[in-house]
């Protein structure tokens, strides 16, 4: 979930990216709309994209979470697997920021029936007009325009005509757009940033509108002759905002844009096709109703492990809870590459969400000796003989002789090379004792039949995490 969210802001900030540094010039006003409204979306979706024609020439590995074993006291049994505390708290995070963003909202739309029932109504060529008592502001929300008593005549006329185009061409519903991503979205800075330039956008439009039927320098005249104070809310369009007022001239000025320009957007192309190769590195296309994570490096090894032991703090599990625990894993092409440290094996490493198919993607499993039946016979064979034999040869009074009481954890990390051996054990625990001896046992397993895939032997990575009970 988390590398989605980065992959959904770094796929935005590219987009803005190239509208600001290509597009927001020209004056292909609608053609800049579509786009403002269009690459959000593309942002959050992409990353979700994953196309089988790409991904059949990715390298791809296994990678599995074994159950945890639970070693002392009077239990030895596997832990089984349920909801991390830390993804419940993040989700609580952002519900409690979505009902804080959805409050805010909901008192812009108070400020606005506010003026609203303050002014006095009229009715004005199919469009309402609201006259402020004792203020210049002068905005527009759908079909009303607000506008302040104290704005002198003269003006007035230009800021109806002008905020008439922002209700013609509905750009209210654009920025209430923007407004429900906010919610949604409230951590991400991106689609704050997609406001700002949706807003300026619209005042652009509304410019060249009424220039076009108008004198352009008694406009200009129109835009610096007061200050208006307008409403701070992120879904009006305010007539006179004094931070767009030198950007609205500037672009008044600028000359109409080449038909050739609108080459430009042809940029989008290469951009969705580099980002549309990197979710396919980093997706399934055998997992329906999945989402993958790719892993580059150990800190993200070492979060896994931090997921686990959060499960085995919690203990036994619901079956609901049973069903959310994902196991975990990658796929790698079969070649004859040989692996020389486990980081350049973590690099092409998947994490899988659905366990039912991170098995199930490999043909043939490995098999623990003696073990035998299909692919879920197997499994449950080597995750339960794993079990009983780390148990069995687990040395219990290191626990006492090193000083310790209670839960110790012990995160393992190995793998069943190509020709069955156990290769690269690592192991992360609270003392170095405990991690010599768990590295001892998992070096002490029989060598195992190995994984086949396509009728070829391929490398399968485990993740094992014991909860070493020490009791008095």
Known sequence: MIHAIIQILAFQILFLAVYDLFLKKETFFGLNRIFLLLTPILGCVLPFISIGYIQQNIPQEYIVELPAVIIGGNTSDTISSGPSFWLLSL??????GSVISALLFCRKLYKIAKLKYAGNTEYVQGFKLIILPKTDTAFSFFNTIFLGETISEEN??????????????SHSLDLLFFEM???????????YLYQNRMATLHEYIADAKIAAEKDKKQYYQNLLSEVFQTEKISFINTFFNQSLIK???????????????????????????????????????RAEETQTVQQSDSEVMNKINELA??????????????KALKFLTSESQPGDKVYTSLQ???????????????????????????CSGDNEALKKCFS??????????????????????????????????????????EARAPKPELETEAIRIIKKLPQMQPGEQKGQKVGVLYSLPIVFDVVE
């Open 156 to 169: 007035k006329a230009s800021i109806i005509a002008h905020e008439k185009i922002h209700i013609q061409q």
């Open 91 to 96: 989700l609580n995070f952002w519900l409690m």
């Open 247 to 285: 950007k609205r001239i500037s672009m008044l000025q600028k000359s109409k844009s080449r038909k050739t320009a609108q080459l430009k957007y042809l940029l989008l192309l290469p951009v969705i096709c580099g980002m549309l190769i990197y979710t396919a590195c980093s997706n399934d296309p």
């Open 384 to 425: 339960e003989s794993i079990s009983a034999f780390v148990g069995e040869n687990f040395n219990t009074k290191l626990g006492k002789d090193l000083g310790l009481l209670g839960l110790q954890r012990i995160a393992v990390q190995f793998k069943i090379d190509k020709s069955g051996n156990i290769v690269d054990v």
């Open 309 to 322: 032991e959060a499960i085995m703090k919690k203990g036994d599990m619901t079956p609901e809870e049973e």
């Open 344 to 370: 350049e094996y973590l690099d092409e490493t998947k994490e899988q969400n659905d366990a039912d198919v991170t098995f199930a993607a490999i043909e043939k499993v490995p098999t623990f000796p003696g």
């Open 181 to 191: 991503l906010r919610i949604f979205f409230w951590f991400n800075p991106m689609v």
